[in-house]
């Protein structure tokens, strides 16, 4: 049981949104408030991943934040209504109940309401009609029902500390059973600011700098029902070259490789194809030769465009917590360096560059994504994440949505080809992450890698693993070794960034040994 998600949500307009909080914050900052809470509302409700998610607006949808939200992140839209606060719930519930087993409803001024907690109420409504957060003013900010019944918001006095407690009684009275999580804060009284995150006010960062997802790097999986557009479809030979990381030599061997190949083609750069590349003419180099191909930005590449520089995401990389801090702040200052070799019009390239794309390989569809199915910098297809079995229980879902045979992408820096179940009609599904093309991927081997998909076999030594797939496993999922000469390009590298420089200390060791990762750990049937 999927439920949908809406998220009840005012425009952010100075003046009409968050009105109670303009004494201490004024009109604008209010306003600016509210759309902080809207976009964490829905970052959340995606983050979640436990059913499709709309955002019910008021007094209409024409906003531009809205638009947004829905041009960005493939959400819904949809209008409250007239009639009083409780008339608009029910019609929002029954509305989403005509196509859905069960819904969730939640508030846009709950800051601790998170993807946790949105995941535990949807847990809680399989064994209940009815699932509450009640919120610490004696309100709620979330209700989930499997049943639309207009008695539990008729006749309650909407904002007064009432209203929790007369729901209650609505509940007894129609006999149903009701779970409810433990209580939250919302954000309407200059006092509610106190409950906001200490990291969190006003334009506070939601993360420290490479740790966050910024909203405007999610997508549904959903959108990868679109069709491919026609210069990727009924491909023969595809390649997919993720975290190039600026390396010019690995650029080239890969244009070497490409040109060798026959039939009908293409080559697709999916994301951080600039890293190390910290000189103007080196940087236009890469870009000029990258975008005579198919391209879509990875996380460098979008925070490069964004000329508002904002330090908000860092480096974009969305770091876990098993990356140490130094590394992630190491990061933050080579994405700094490495936006003084570029200009505006370069920028405005990569601006322009897709989040993600479909691709159609003799029969099979490919989502081409840079991180995972939800986010640019998702780390979803991690070969670390991917070990759980809980996990892939969650990429399965992801498939399901997506309606794809499989994913290819780079973020997470480590290869794995990794077997996600199969298809209703029997083929498996897979992710394919090359992991780098522009680093070593293997202790002792320094060749990087590139994912290679097509309807007949690479010819060469290059080929370092692969799999068969696609309708009848008639096509050929393989690992392509990207060798250059590695002294040449480590002189290169320590010419840019010399010992002591912070690629130099975060990357130097793996360019020279390779991580400590084996290709029995990349093959996982």
Same mark, same amino acid.
């Given at each position: 049981?999927?439920?949908?998600?809406?998220?009840?949500?005012?425009?952010?307009?100075?003046?009409?949104?968050?009105?109670?909080?303009?004494?201490?914050?004024?009109?604008?900052?209010?306003?600016?408030?509210?759309?902080?809470?809207?976009?964490?509302?829905?970052?959340?409700?995606?983050?979640?991943?436990?059913?499709?998610?709309?955002?019910?607006?008021?007094?209409?949808?024409?906003?531009?934040?809205?638009?947004?939200?829905?041009?960005?992140?493939?959400?819904?839209?949809?209008?409250?209504?007239?009639?009083?606060?409780?008339?608009? @719930?029910?019609?929002?519930?029954?509305?989403?109940?005509?196509?859905?087993?069960?819904?969730?409803?939640?508030?846009?001024?709950?800051?601790?309401?998170?993807?946790?907690?949105?995941?535990?109420?949807?847990?809680?409504?399989?064994?209940?009609?009815?699932?509450?957060?009640?919120?610490?003013?004696?309100?709620?900010?979330?209700?989930?029902?499997?049943?639309?019944?207009?008695?539990?918001?008729?006749?309650?006095?909407?904002?007064?500390? $009432?209203?929790?407690?007369?729901?209650?009684?609505?509940?007894?009275?129609?006999?149903?059973? /009701?779970?409810?999580? &433990?209580?939250?804060?919302?954000?309407?009284?200059?006092?509610?600011?106190?409950?906001?995150?200490?990291?969190?006010?006003?334009?506070?960062?939601?993360?420290?700098?490479?740790?966050?997802?910024?909203?405007?790097?999610?997508?549904?999986?959903?959108?990868?029902?679109?069709?491919?557009?026609?210069?990727?479809?009924?491909?023969?030979?595809?390649?997919?070259?993720?975290?190039?990381?600026?390396?010019?030599?690995?650029?080239?061997?890969?244009?070497?490789?490409?040109?060798?190949?026959?039939?009908?083609?293409?080559?697709?750069?999916?994301?951080?194809?600039?890293?190390?590349?910290?000189?103007?003419? @080196?940087?236009?180099?890469?870009?000029?030769?990258?975008?005579?191909?198919?391209?879509?930005?990875?996380?460098?590449?979008?925070?490069?465009?964004?000329?508002?520089?904002?330090?908000?995401?860092?480096?974009?990389?969305?770091?876990?917590?098993?990356?140490?801090?130094?590394?992630?702040?190491?990061?933050?200052?080579?994405?700094? +360096?490495?936006?003084?070799?570029?200009?505006?019009?370069?920028?405005?390239?990569? !601006?322009?560059?897709?989040?993600?794309?479909?691709?159609?390989?003799?029969?099979?569809?490919?989502?081409?994504?840079?991180?995972? !199915?939800?986010?640019?910098?998702?780390?979803?297809?991690?070969?670390?994440?991917?070990?759980?079995?809980?996990?892939?229980?969650?990429?399965?879902?992801?498939?399901?949505?997506?309606?794809?045979?499989?994913?290819?992408?780079?973020?997470?820096?480590? &290869?794995?080809? $990794?077997?996600?179940?199969?298809?209703?009609?029997?083929?498996?599904? /897979?992710? /394919?992450?090359?992991?780098?093309?522009? @680093?070593?991927?293997?202790?002792?081997?320094?060749?990087?890698?590139?994912?290679?998909?097509?309807?007949?076999?690479?010819?060469?030594?290059?080929?370092?693993?692969?799999?068969?797939?696609?309708?009848?496993?008639?096509?050929?999922?393989?690992?392509?070794?990207?060798?250059?000469?590695?002294?040449?390009?480590?002189?290169?590298?320590?010419?840019?960034?010399?010992?002591?420089?912070?690629?130099?200390?975060?990357?130097?060791? +793996?360019?020279?040994?390779?991580?400590?990762?084996?290709?029995?750990?990349?093959?996982?049937?």
């Amino acid at each position: 049981m999927k439920p949908a998600l809406c998220v009840f949500a005012k425009a952010p307009r100075p003046g009409q949104a968050k009105t109670r909080l303009a004494p201490a914050l004024g009109p604008e900052g209010a306003a600016a408030l509210a759309e902080r809470l809207l976009q964490h509302a829905v970052g959340q409700a995606l983050q979640a991943d436990v059913g499709p998610v709309q955002v019910c607006a008021a007094p209409d949808a024409s906003h531009p934040v809205f638009a947004r939200l829905a041009q960005t992140h493939g959400v819904a839209l949809a209008e409250q209504g007239e009639g009083d606060l409780g008339e608009r @719930m029910h019609r929002a519930l029954a509305r989403a109940l005509q196509r859905h087993d069960a819904a969730l409803l939640l508030g846009s001024d709950l800051p601790a309401l998170d993807a946790q907690v949105l995941r535990d109420a949807a847990r809680a409504l399989q064994t209940h009609d009815a699932v509450f957060v009640p919120a610490l003013d004696g309100g709620y900010g979330l209700v989930g029902l499997r049943r639309a019944d207009a008695r539990l918001f008729a006749g309650i006095d909407w904002s007064t500390p $009432q209203v929790m407690a007369q729901t209650r009684e609505r509940l007894r009275g129609a006999g149903l059973r /009701w779970a409810e999580l &433990p209580p939250l804060a919302d954000i309407d009284t200059p006092a509610d600011l106190a409950h906001l995150p200490a990291h969190w006010p006003e334009h506070a960062p939601a993360a420290a700098p490479g740790r966050s997802c910024p909203l405007h790097y999610r997508y549904a999986p959903e959108v990868f029902r679109a069709p491919a557009a026609p210069a990727l479809c009924e491909l023969e030979v595809l390649y997919v070259v993720g975290g190039l990381y600026g390396n010019e030599p690995a650029l080239q061997r890969v244009l070497a490789l490409f040109e060798r190949e026959r039939g009908r083609k293409r080559l697709v750069f999916n994301g951080d194809f600039h890293w190390f590349d910290a000189d103007a003419s @080196m940087f236009a180099r890469v870009q000029r030769q990258v975008l005579g191909h198919v391209a879509l930005r990875g996380n460098v590449e979008t925070e490069l465009a964004d000329d508002a520089a904002e330090a908000d995401a860092g480096c974009g990389c969305a770091y876990p917590d098993w990356v140490g801090d130094a590394v992630v702040e190491r990061s933050n200052r080579i994405l700094e +360096r490495l936006r003084l070799s570029t200009d505006a019009a370069q920028r405005a390239q990569l !601006a322009g560059l897709p989040t993600w794309l479909c691709a159609e390989v003799g029969g099979l569809r490919l989502g081409i994504v840079h991180g995972d !199915a939800q986010s640019l910098a998702g780390w979803g297809f991690a070969q670390e994440h991917l070990r759980e079995a809980g996990h892939r229980d969650t990429v399965r879902g992801w498939f399901e949505r997506a309606g794809v045979d499989a994913f290819a992408c780079t973020h997470t820096c480590l &290869p794995v080809f $990794q077997r996600i179940g199969s298809a209703p009609g029997g083929a498996a599904r /897979w992710v /394919w992450n090359n992991g780098a093309a522009g @680093m070593p991927n293997f202790s002792g081997d320094g060749a990087g890698l590139l994912l290679r998909v097509a309807t007949t076999p690479f010819a060469g030594p290059q080929r370092r693993f692969g799999v068969r797939a696609g309708p009848g496993d008639a096509l050929h999922a393989e690992a392509i070794a990207i060798d250059i000469d590695a002294a040449a390009w480590q002189a290169r590298f320590q010419q840019l960034w010399p010992p002591g420089s912070d690629a130099h200390s975060s990357y130097f060791g +793996r360019i020279v040994h390779g991580p400590d990762y084996a290709m029995a750990d990349a093959l996982r049937l």
